[in-house]
């Protein structure tokens, strides 16, 4: 047994889909904090809207709110069920992330030290509660997981991609600083691999009591998000409700072969 263990550390260790995310994120951190450069780089990026027009960022930013991204899930119902348990265990281990942190990190948004001139605000106002950013760790655990299930690099790279952009427009938006962003995407990304590898030794997570329970979960969500539920920013609204009645209409086929199952 322990020599099984060994083999399974081992390969872990060398599957480079598990480490360069994070490795990378933490990295950019580190060079951050040690060249005291979060300013400028958010000022970069908080730019940008200038050039693209705030629509872009607002809707792209809008993919790492946790009830969407959860909604975004739902399709893969009856179809990979092995995906969705890894989701739910990832989203548990990042939620512990973000509102450990939060709260005893205690760090301050650019918004509340920043004059209001000098910076653009894209959807509601935040001061509080900066590091690490959740809208990120949440974008992050859905493309790692996604990543390690995914056979196919451009899948791959694609969801990884749109995982970067999520985490940049929190900056452009005028939320977050850029370390807040980098440890966002490092535990995202960690909870993601560590969900995985969780998961993998719940079977119970893949029968179809366990499916159902998840797909009454995440019809629920979605049904929140066409109804009820307030981002804070208007000009997403509609986006939002396409996104809850789109994921509805993929997933009926899933729900119906899950409803046959014993």
């Known amino acids: 047994m322990a020599g099984r263990n060994a083999v399974r550390f081992a390969s872990l260790l060398e599957n480079p889909g598990y480490w360069c995310v994070p490795l990378a994120a933490l990295a950019g951190l580190t060079l951050v904090w040690i060249t005291g450069s979060s300013t400028p780089v958010f000022f970069w990026f908080n730019g940008l809207s200038r050039y693209t027009g705030e629509t872009l960022w607002s809707h792209l930013t809008l993919l790492?709110?946790?009830?969407?991204?959860?909604?975004?899930?739902?399709?893969?119902?009856?179809?990979r069920p092995d995906i969705v348990r890894a989701m739910m265990v990832a989203a548990l281990l990042a939620a512990v992330w973000t509102l450990g942190l939060k709260p005893l990190v205690g760090a301050m948004r650019p918004a509340a030290l920043l004059p209001a001139d000098a910076l653009t605000i894209i959807g509601p106002v935040s001061r509080k509660y900066s590091f690490p950013s959740g809208h990120t760790t949440t974008v992050f655990v859905f493309a790692g997981v996604l990543f390690l299930h995914f056979t196919s690099w451009r899948l791959r790279m694609a969801v990884l991609l749109l995982a970067v952009l999520v985490g940049s427009s929190r900056m452009v938006v005028g939320v977050h600083w850029p370390i807040d962003v980098l440890a966002g995407a490092a535990g995202g990304w960690l909870a993601a691999v560590f969900g995985t590898l969780l998961a993998r030794r719940w079977p119970a997570g893949l029968q179809p009591p366990a499916q159902r329970g998840f797909s009454l979960l995440l019809v629920s969500m979605a049904v929140w998000l066409l109804l009820?539920?307030?981002?804070?920013?208007?000009?997403?609204t509609v986006y939002q409700r396409l996104i809850a009645l789109s994921c509805l209409a993929l997933a009926l086929p899933g729900l119906l072969r899950l409803s046959r199952l014993r």
């Open 64 to 79: 790492g709110d946790g009830v969407v991204a959860m909604v975004l899930v739902l399709p893969l119902i009856g179809r």
């Open 228 to 236: 009820y539920h307030q981002t804070g920013d208007p000009d997403v």
